[in-house]
């Protein structure tokens, strides 16, 4: 068949077979479908534009149990690298073709179609799409399926109604913290690809929101959602397991274990609170100062703390 032919009969193929569930926003009933229509049409377009047309390689898209592949021969173009996938410059590699596709509206002038796959998967509380296996022959991309999140996908559609989107930088944070509970700045860093001014910039605007909340030190700072979130997606018991211990917490199972064995060093801090060392130094001179543990030993290898009355 002609290109275009071709890529609308795998499309009406993909939605006869995309299936669909719904959730209730209001009175308004959300389709929430398997696979991103958007994204999946971005990811096959990519396929098409970015190939290495030189090698003699198929395009191939398969349907498995629980994920999507589809795989583009030639590796990615020079330059681009899983590392910097989501903000490097469009380079197609077939920048007649790509123009073609964007006289005729398939793609968009951006050519930023990598952004609708990430965010077609993330909003139905999915996994990112996948690139890792890679390699200089192909780029392979998987986009997972299963059961969505549809009380992500509400909550979502929610922010797109009251008018304050969820950009995919957020989306890229929210969906880690979905799955994973609890995230620092240096990890939002290398999931949007920006470093840590950004990473930073991103965390405060969701806070801010009232979607996450922080807490420990500034340099430790650990994020995790807000209850009000954990709420809005049925898992209210998910908040407290996510919150994780608090300091007041800690320092009553610290004087608990002096109390029960007479003495308590840094590395049982480490192991009990689960801690890294210096947050378990400085919560071991925090009860030193206030009076409530006493240390003994010759420091700093052979320190440990008493009780102080």
Same mark, same amino acid.
């Given at each position: @068949?002609?290109? #275009? ?6 499309? =009406?193929? $993909?939605?006869?077979?995309?299936? +669909? ?6 009175? $308004?009933?959300?389709? *929430? ?6 994204? !999946? ?12 047309? =030189? ?16 795989? /583009? ?27 073609? $596709? ?15 796959? !990430?965010? %077609? ?17 192909? *780029? ?11 009380? !992500?996908?509400? $909550? #979502? ?8 989107? &969820?950009?995919?930088?957020? @989306?890229? &944070?929210?969906?880690?913290?979905? !799955? ?5 700045? +240096?990890? #939002? ?6 470093? @840590? ?12 929101? %009232? ?14 959602? /807000? ?8 898992? /209210?018991?998910?908040?407290?397991? /996510? ?9 009553? @199972? ?14 049982? *801090? ?40």
């Amino acid at each position: @068949m002609p290109l #275009v032919k071709l890529l609308a009969e795998v499309d =009406t193929r $993909f939605s006869a077979r995309n299936e +669909e569930r719904e959730v209730l926003v209001g009175l $308004f009933r959300l389709p *929430v479908p398997d696979y991103s229509p958007i994204g !999946f049409r971005e990811a096959l377009n990519n396929a098409v534009l970015h190939r290495d047309y =030189t090698r003699l390689d198929d395009i191939y898209v398969q349907w498995q149990p629980d994920h999507l592949l589809i795989t /583009s021969p030639g590796g990615l173009p020079e330059g681009v690298t899983l590392d910097n996938l989501l903000v490097h410059e469009p380079k197609p590699r077939n920048p007649r073709l790509a123009e073609a $596709f964007h006289r005729i509206g398939l793609v968009e002038q951006t050519g930023r179609g990598i952004d609708k796959i !990430f965010t %077609g998967q993330l909003r139905y509380g999915r996994t990112a799409p996948d690139y890792d296996r890679s390699d200089a022959t192909a *780029v392979r991309v998987v986009l997972r399926g299963g059961p969505p999140s549809l009380q !992500f996908a509400a $909550f #979502v559609y929610e922010q797109d109604k009251a008018g304050t989107p &969820v950009s995919l930088d957020e @989306m890229l &944070v929210l969906n880690t913290l979905f !799955f994973e509970r609890r995230i620092v700045t +240096e990890r #939002v860093g290398g999931l949007i690809q920006k470093g @840590m001014t950004e990473a930073r910039a991103v965390l405060e605007r969701l806070h801010e929101r %009232g979607i996450v909340e922080g807490h420990g030190e500034k340099r430790g700072r650990v994020y995790h959602l /807000s209850a009000r979130l954990y709420r809005a997606l049925g898992q /209210s018991e998910e908040y407290v397991r /996510s919150h994780g211990i608090s300091p007041i917490r800690h320092e009553a @199972m610290i004087l608990e274990y002096v109390q029960a064995h007479g003495r308590i060093e840094r590395k049982h *801090v480490i192991e009990l609170c689960g801690l890294s060392g210096p947050q378990a130094g400085r919560l071991l001179r925090k009860l030193e100062q206030t009076g409530r543990l006493k240390r003994q030993g010759t420091p700093p290898r052979w320190t440990y703390y008493v009780s102080a009355k």
